[in-house]
Structure formats: structure tokens, C-alpha cells
């Protein structure tokens, strides 16, 4: 899963938000684990992963991925 990251955000603390949005509002989610910080990619801090069941109860993980790009995105004058 690929997070494209568009406006300045600091990347860890938004985790612990998505990890409280999928244990408070999406409990249809089948998390089985929330998002934690990873280390199989070396020299890039922001790789995560989760994991989750699918409809038949088997478990699958989510490898997260987020790429800063804020300081790339150029804002639009009005």
C-alpha cells in the first residue's frame, strides 16, 4: 500500500491517528494488527505494516509505504 503524502505532516503521528480511526470507525476492517513501524527497507524511515483477515478468516499483512512528497507539491494561486 502506497501512501503518496502531499502536505507537510509529521508521518509517525498520523499513523497513530489512522491506527485510532480503524479501532474507533472501521471495525470491519478484520485488523487483526495495527499499523507498526517496520525495518525491512534499509535507509527509508517510513515503512509500515498491518495485518487483517479476509472473508474466509485467513490472515494477510499490509506492507504501508509513504513517500513525502510536500515539498514537491507546488500550491495553486487563487
Do not use: W
Not at 535507509?43 to 509513504?66: G, I, K, P, Q, R
Request: overall charge negative.
Amino acid at each position: 500500500m502506497i501512501g503518496l503524502i502531499v502536505e507537510k505532516l509529521d508521518i509517525p503521528t498520523n499513523i497513530t491517528d489512522i491506527n485510532t480511526l480503524l479501532q474507533n470507525h472501521f471495525n470491519n476492517c478484520n485488523t487483526t494488527r495495527y499499523v507498526q513501524k517496520e525495518s525491512f527497507i534499509p535507509d527509508f524511515e517510513f515503512h509500515y505494516s498491518s495485518e487483517h483477515n479476509d472473508t474466509a478468516d485467513n490472515t494477510f499483512t499490509l506492507y504501508h509505504l509513504m513517500f513525502d512528497f510536500s515539498e514537491n507539491i507546488q500550491s495553486r494561486s487563487s
